[in-house]
């Protein structure tokens, strides 16, 4: 091939989040719709009736006909006074900071029971997970019949994009809904695709970017930076789909919005939020390479140390940052079929760890990708769960977080359908190195199945002592 042309790399950069789950779940509906309507997240009992919002999710739009735009979303005023308005009626006893909040299943579920029956808006609080920064202890209590959930927490506020999150750390908070959809869609992510979500060019979209290419080749037409709308207008609109948990959920759009910031920090369409951190077309611009044959396939999984646990498996403990990144090289053929997965190189592979290794950087700098780690951690949380019967165990029934009874209608969003493709290059000595964004995919199981029995894990239960008969509390400084 001449060095005048482009070599037009199909860049598949996506992401695999294995999200666990368990068998036996107490789950209603299969993680379909729980009876959710409308759009746009304003339905549900209380949890949009006016006054309190979810906010924006990964500060990305989608249109009202599915189309993820990437154009920057924001809240307008009346919005975001409505969500303000909302917060300021949070207990102030939230607050205060703490390396271990308790939030009690038990309470929750009548929390959210007793505000359907008294016809009122779930509050803030209830919403917003008592101001939960991340989920990190399961602890089933049987003499209790409860099961809590714990982890840091703080007092809440809401951001200048209109996200919800810590008062002291700017971090995304937990929200109820994404835990809801977490719980209610176990058994499937624990079968078939398990909870997946996947990006992908159609594979007409494929063979018109080859036909392109080939034009080019054939009439000796080298490529230029001017042909960027023609490179995404052969590539045409990538296929969403979804699988696992409901697609016009705020847990979806999570994963979606999060997959979306990575490929744009891969193609190098979004200046990165932290510094030296190149995208992988600048990396391979500055190696000069010029016999890239394959397009690199980037993912997201999950990245947790084996769940520590007490040696009655009453109480667990998930561990690790959470998330990290691989990387493959794969191919498509002539009719557009992806043919197979390659051996990734070696500059794909230095990025996909450079993306583990600072995601704690870089999710402080961009929340999407906190909240991505936020829902995984409800995953294993549900899968946890759900795997070891922690209801039947403790004797719980939570037939609102399940949602067998209408007390908590998650609310729906507009489903997100197709990406226009987007176009990213770099000038590697005479050639121009052209890539065009592709697909994601997310796999499940195997977290929750992965434990390990360490000693002293029983302290953490001197914690669960209830204060002042609250749902949620702090638990005692030692």
């Known amino acids: 091939m001449s060095a005048r042309f482009a070599k037009i790399t199909l860049f598949a950069i996506a992401a695999l989040l294995v999200i666990p789950a368990a068998a036996n779940a107490q789950n209603a509906n299969n993680g379909g719709n729980n009876g959710n309507n409308g759009n746009n997240g304003n339905n549900g009992n209380g949890f949009n009736n006016g006054t309190i919002f979810s906010g924006v999710v990964g500060g990305i739009k989608i249109d009202t006909r599915g189309v993820f735009t990437g154009e920057k979303a924001k809240l307008d005023r009346t919005a975001l006074a409505r969500i303000e308005e909302g917060l300021k009626a949070t207990d102030s006893k939230i607050a205060e900071a703490t390396p271990l909040r308790m939030v009690s299943l038990r309470g929750l579920e009548e929390a959210i029971t007793q505000a359907k029956d008294e016809g009122k808006p779930l509050s803030s609080e209830i919403k917003y997970m008592a101001g939960l920064q991340r989920v990190e202890y399961v602890i089933a209590l049987e003499d209790k019949s409860d099961i809590i959930i714990a982890g840091p927490g703080e007092g809440i506020r809401l951001d200048q994009d209109g996200v919800v999150v810590g008062e002291k750390s700017g971090n995304p908070v937990i929200h109820l809904e994404d835990f809801l959809v977490a719980m209610r869609s ?62 016009d959920s705020r847990f979806s759009q999570v994963l979606v919005a999060a997959d979306y910031k990575m490929k744009q920090l891969g193609m190098g369409l979004e200046a990165a939020p932290i510094s030296n951190f190149p995208s992988f077309m600048e990396m391979a611009q500055k190696a000069k390479v010029r016999n890239m044959t394959a397009a690199p396939r980037f993912w997201m999984e999950c990245n947790y140390e084996p769940v520590a646990k007490n ?11 959470g998330v990290r990144t691989l990387t493959e090289d794969s191919k498509f053929d002539s009719q557009g079929k992806r043919d197979g997965a390659k051996k990734p190189n070696r500059f794909a592979v230095k990025w996909a760890e450079m993306m583990t290794d600072r995601f704690d950087e870089l999710s402080s700098a961009e929340p999407v990708f906190r909240e991505l780690r936020n829902v995984m951690d409800l995953s294993v949380v549900a899968a946890i769960i759900s795997r070891e019967q922690l209801n039947q165990k403790v004797g719980l029934e939570t037939p609102a977080i399940l949602g067998l009874t209408n007390a908590a209608v998650v609310p729906t969003y507009t489903v997100p359908k197709v990406v226009p493709a987007q176009c990213s290059f770099v000038r590697i000595a005479q050639s121009w190195l052209v890539s065009a964004s592709g697909g994601i995919q997310l796999d499940s199981w195997g977290i929750a199945s992965n434990t390990e029995v360490l000693p002293n894990m029983d302290r953490i239960e ?13 638990a005692a400084s030692n």
């Open 311 to 321: 040696a009655d498996g009453s109480i667990w403990q998930i561990r690790g940052k």
């Open 186 to 247: 176990v058994e499937n992510a624990r079968t078939g695709q398990g909870v997946s979500v996947s990006i992908d060019p159609t594979e007409g979209g494929i063979q018109q970017l080859q036909n392109f290419y080939g034009q080019l080749k054939r009439s000796n037409t080298p490529f230029r930076p001017e042909m960027q709308p023609l490179v995404e207008k052969a590539m045409g609109d990538q296929t969403i789909r979804l699988t696992g948990v409901p697609a």
């Open 462 to 474: 001197t914690a669960t002592a209830t204060q002042g008969g609250s749902w949620w509390w702090n």
